[in-house]
């Protein structure tokens, strides 16, 4: 099972890597939002002049301004865009029979699923990392606001940060690598994607507080996935004296959600990729 | 012989209402190449999805050496080696890439893996491109890669899916070769389908007319061809005398026809008969200006067991039949 899975998932990374193009987007993707919408929204300009920057940060999730604010949920709104495209090769490999060759192949069902689901996480990690790079280097751009992080950011926190991303990714490319499995073609695929992820992403704390939400939208927002994870990214990295829930209950969310979404993407791979 | 592959009363209905295999029984079996030949929508590619473990028969059962294809599915996987009719070969891999994948999916040790993927690229001619990526290659180059990759894990039974579909007649007969030589050097069991009536004459030891999902008739090329009322010596002999009587004597003629010089002989085998009939327009002093053998071919055959040649099964087809072929494509992308 092992043996089959990564040298699926190796596949699945060369193509990604070998294709410039889809290595450009990877580094483009994340400067442009930073870049813009980041830097745009500087909302720090509405309070008074003078005003404490605690004030700023009881609202923000501890974040000292907006653009540090959004740069955390943007780590976890990039991981949400890269595993959502991650089941796009499968829709390809079966319309090219790869997919078949596969369900010849003497291989544990379930590695189908299991390599592209690695190779989703892979390749959102190195986006959390480039991302996290870029916002912390845009400190020393003139003109630009960078991330700034607690004086008391350690590697702990580090550690915490990519934990709590790697199960963000992992519960997302299950979930989208399930369904691409259960599609039959692309146009479904997409419909599918463009009706999720922007409830996703605007439906949660990523990009505002959901404590300024309505309460109906509150309501749905306090339990989005991409919450847990920024809320926890940004008790990391702020040490947010007032996180929406405990970090261990982010983590252990995230870990029920993930778990559950990677074994059911197993099961149903198994009862779609038998003979009928 | 022995029986490898086992086919008894073999159905497949898509949506319950279109028969896309319809009662088939045969038998395979060992170190035999045996061929479907039918058009397109006949049931072959069902057939073979349903021996190689892609689909469900609907009634009947399958066999591949004595390991049922559904309730064994898995040890099944392992003895055999499918080459399908789409081009599946990896684009962003190069050809060595490729076949190492395919050892690692059929758990070939990798030192062997390496061995065995030298003298495959070598026994399919493509040592010079082993290392560039697949999507520089031509149909012709893929369809060989393809072959390779099917036999990596040295397979009993080999099924090849319309092994030359839309390869040129040079590619074509080399991919004959490959699969002779197979068949030669390894003893391998092979299960193929064409549409090409010379693609089963000239490498089948054994074929099957299918046709509706039915099979219409099963046996040697030659013994089906000859089913058909034997060959045509076509005879030119110098000068007026009557040879009719002479040529009648000789054993296995069946008719003569005389226009002139020219003499339409049938007979029951065209190549034993011809050097008799010869010996004996010789002996009675006729001088033999020139000859030729004429044998019915496939299509004949084809059109003789299910009423259609197989040139316009190709062409036209009635509604149903154009309906199972969209639902078998469609089920083969479902999977």
């Known amino acids: 099972m092992i043996k089959e899975t990564w040298a699926l998932t190796v596949r699945e990374l060369k193509h990604w890597y070998r294709i410039k193009i889809q290595m450009f987007m990877t580094l483009i993707q994340p400067i442009v939002w930073l870049a813009l919408f980041g830097q745009a929204f500087n909302l720090n300009k509405l309070l008074p002049a003078g005003t404490p920057t605690s004030v700023f940060q009881s609202f923000f999730g501890g974040a000292s301004d907006y653009f540090s604010y959004m740069a955390v949920g943007m780590l976890a709104v990039m991981a949400l865009f890269t595993t959502m495209f991650g089941g796009m090769s499968i829709v390809w490999d079966r319309r090219f029979g790869f997919l078949n060759k596969l369900r010849v192949a003497p291989i544990p069902r379930g590695a189908i699923p299991l390599s592209r689901i690695a ?50 990714s992992v519960a997302f490319a ?64 702020f040490h947010n004296p007032n996180p929406l829930y405990d970090v261990w209950v982010d983590i252990a969310g995230l870990f029920v959600l993930a778990a559950f979404l990677l074994g059911l993407s197993i099961v149903i791979s198994r009862k779609l990729m038998s003979a009928r | 012989m022995v029986a490898i592959i086992e086919v008894n009363n073999l159905e497949k209905v898509f949506n319950g209402t279109i028969r896309a295999v319809d009662g088939v029984t045969f038998q395979v079996e060992e170190g035999e190449i045996f061929g479907f030949l039918g058009p397109n929508g006949a049931g072959k590619t069902t057939t073979i999805s349903i021996l190689t473990t892609l689909l469900k028969p609907t009634a009947g059962s399958a066999t591949v050496m004595g390991l049922d294809v559904v309730k064994d599915a898995n040890k099944v996987r392992k003895v055999i080696g499918l080459v399908p009719q789409e081009l599946t070969v990896d684009d962003d891999l190069t050809g060595r890439e490729n076949m190492m994948l395919q050892s690692i999916l ?60 839309g390869l040129d007649v040079q590619t074509r007969a080399v991919m004959w070769d490959h699969i002779k030589n197979l068949k030669q050097k390894h003893n391998m069991t092979v299960f193929m389908t064409t549409h090409y009536l010379e693609e089963a004459d000239s490498l089948c030891d054994r074929i099957g007319l299918i046709d509706y999902g039915k099979i219409m008739a099963l046996d040697t090329p030659t013994t089906l061809k000859r089913s058909l009322g034997g060959d045509v010596l076509q005879i030119e002999v110098d000068g007026e005398r009557d040879f009719i009587a002479v040529i009648q004597g000789v054993q296995g003629v069946v008719e003569i026809k005389r226009e002139g010089p020219e003499y339409r002989v049938k007979v029951i085998k065209g190549e034993t008969a011809m050097p008799l009939v010869l010996k004996a327009l010789a002996d009675n002093g006729g001088t033999v200006t020139s000859v030729s053998l004429e044998r019915p071919n496939m299509d004949q055959v084809f059109l003789e067991y299910t009423g259609r040649s197989l040139r316009d099964a190709e062409q036209s087809g009635s509604m149903s039949k154009s309906q199972a072929r969209a639902a078998a494509i469609q089920a083969r992308r479902r999977q």
């Not at chain 1, 959390?128 to 926190?157: E, M």
Request: proline share 5%; glycine share 4%; no cysteine.
């Open chain 2, 106 to 165: 059929y758990n070939v040790p990798k030192k062997e893996a390496i061995e065995r993927i030298e003298e495959l690229i070598g026994l399919v001619k493509l040592e010079d491109a082993a290392d560039r990526m697949v999507k520089t290659y031509s149909g012709g180059m893929r369809k060989r890669l393809e072959l390779a990759e099917g036999l990596i894990h040295r397979p009993h039974v080999l099924f090849l899916d319309e092994p030359t579909l």
């Open chain 1, 174 to 237: 299950s979930l989208f690598t399930t369904i691409a499995l259960a599609v039959q073609n692309q146009e479904t695929l997409f419909g599918v994607i463009n009706l999720l992820n922007l409830p996703l992403m605007f439906a949660s704390a990523a990009l505002f507080p959901t404590s300024m939400m309505p309460d109906w939208l509150k309501a749905v927002a306090n339990y989005n996935p991409l919450t847990l994870a920024v809320d926890a990214a940004r008790t990391f990295i």
């Open chain 1, 119 to 168: 190779a989703s996480v892979v390749r959102s990690m190195i986006q959390v990392v480039i991302i996290l790079i870029i916002a912390l280097l845009f400190t020393y751009i003139p003109g630009l606001t960078g991330l700034t992080v607690s004086p008391a950011f350690n590697v702990v926190d580090l550690i915490g940060l990519f934990v709590v991303m790697l199960l963000l």
